[in-house]
């Protein structure tokens, strides 16, 4: 029981200390710190978000596309039926 009591407290003293970071942003990629005017944390971050970009667009295009498609297939067989 004192135990316990004695964690939460070191515990809840421990989060009162947190060192405070200097004003900063994120890394858009790997969420590093970086200064505000810094998107990315190295270059590399920043190709890697590119790619994951375009990875995204053309998941989107995929998607809208086979959307689009089932829309029409139905719309056929509705018609035929
Ligand atoms: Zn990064």
Same mark, same amino acid.
């Given at each position: /029981? &004192?135990? +316990? &009591?004695?964690?939460?407290?070191?515990?809840?003293?421990?989060?009162? /200390? !947190? @060192?405070?970071?200097?004003?900063?942003d994120?890394c858009k990629?790997?969420?590093? !710190?970086v200064?505000?005017?810094m998107a990315y944390?190295?270059?590399?971050?920043y190709?890697?978000d590119?790619?994951? /970009?375009?990875?995204?667009?053309?998941?989107? @295009?995929?998607?809208?596309?086979?959307?689009?498609? +089932?829309?029409?297939?139905?719309?056929? @067989?509705?018609?035929? @039926?």
């Amino acid at each position: /029981m &004192e135990e +316990s &009591e004695c964690l939460i407290e070191r515990t809840f003293i421990t989060t009162n /200390m !947190a @060192i405070p970071l200097p004003d900063h942003d994120h890394c858009k990629f790997c969420g590093d !710190a970086v200064p505000f005017d810094m998107a990315y944390c190295k270059e590399e971050c920043y190709w890697n978000d590119q790619t994951r /970009m375009k990875k995204e667009k053309n998941d989107n @295009i995929r998607f809208a596309v086979l959307t689009i498609v +089932s829309v029409v297939v139905i719309a056929i @067989i509705g018609i035929l @039926i």
